[in-house]
């Protein structure tokens, strides 16, 4: 089975700079999609950037971008510029086949 | 946003009986996903359906039970609630299956079973 470690369960950062959270996983497969998911303190799920494995370049998304090394299986998610509003729980995502496995998620709050 | 909605949004109900939880789309998607989340675990697929009437189990299914009788409602069943079903609840939608597209979610259930 699929299994996905983010090993950061907390982490801050000073409003402006960069933050870069950690994501690994385990599969055997090939062709899968990874995601990051932002959940603000409204409990909402928001999609925040989306990488599929056979694309060898990194997705980004405006202040959001991935780092993917397949042969190492993992997925960074890097945040430029944080802003207030990127305080929340984010959430590493691996998909195959219908089945989607979150990690733990990691609490990032961004500091004044 | 998607047209998510889950009913009831908050639900407190002792050890043992029934407990069914709604979501409802706008979007007239194919596939829809039931999940749980819980501290240290994320969320985790409970039961997802690609069709109507067409269902399939995920990760942590033992418990609970799905109906799909029209595209836009699924319908989550526990039939016995257990302290540990106590949880945030979610429902998601997909155009395409989840490896090809993202899911959508609503905006959670929280239920406690006492």
């Known amino acids: 089975a699929q299994t996905v470690t983010q090993s950061q369960p907390e982490m801050s950062v000073q409003e402006a700079e960069t933050v870069t959270l950690s994501c690994t996983y385990d599969t055997s497969e090939s062709n899968y999609y990874l995601f990051w998911y932002k959940q603000p303190p409204s409990r909402q799920m928001i999609l925040v950037i989306r990488q599929e494995a056979y694309k060898q370049q990194n997705a980004t998304e405006n202040r959001f971008s991935v780092n993917f090394q397949k042969a190492a299986k993992s997925f960074s998610l890097k945040i430029s510029d944080s802003q207030l509003g990127d305080t929340a729980m984010y959430f590493c995502?691996?998909?195959?086949?219908?089945?989607?496995?979150f990690g733990a998620g990691t609490r990032l709050t961004v500091k004044p | 946003d998607a047209g998510i909605t889950q009913s009831p949004r908050h639900k407190v109900t002792e050890t043992g009986t029934p407990v069914t939880l709604r979501c409802h789309q706008t979007?007239?998607?194919?596939?829809m996903y039931w999940y749980r989340q819980d501290p240290g675990h994320g969320l985790r697929l409970i039961h997802y359906s690609y069709g109507v009437k067409d269902t399939d189990k995920g990760e942590v299914s033992d418990g609970y039970s799905v109906s799909r009788s029209k595209t836009e409602d699924f319908l989550l069943t526990l039939e016995s609630a257990t302290s540990s079903q106590t949880s945030v609840y979610f429902c998601?939608?997909?155009?395409?299956?989840?490896?090809?597209?993202?899911?959508?979610f609503g905006p959670g259930t929280r239920l406690t079973v006492l």
């Open positions: 998601a939608i997909s155009a395409r299956g989840s490896s090809y597209n993202e899911q959508f």
């Open positions: 995502a691996f998909a195959y086949n219908n089945d989607m496995r």
């Open positions: 979007e007239n998607h194919r596939y």
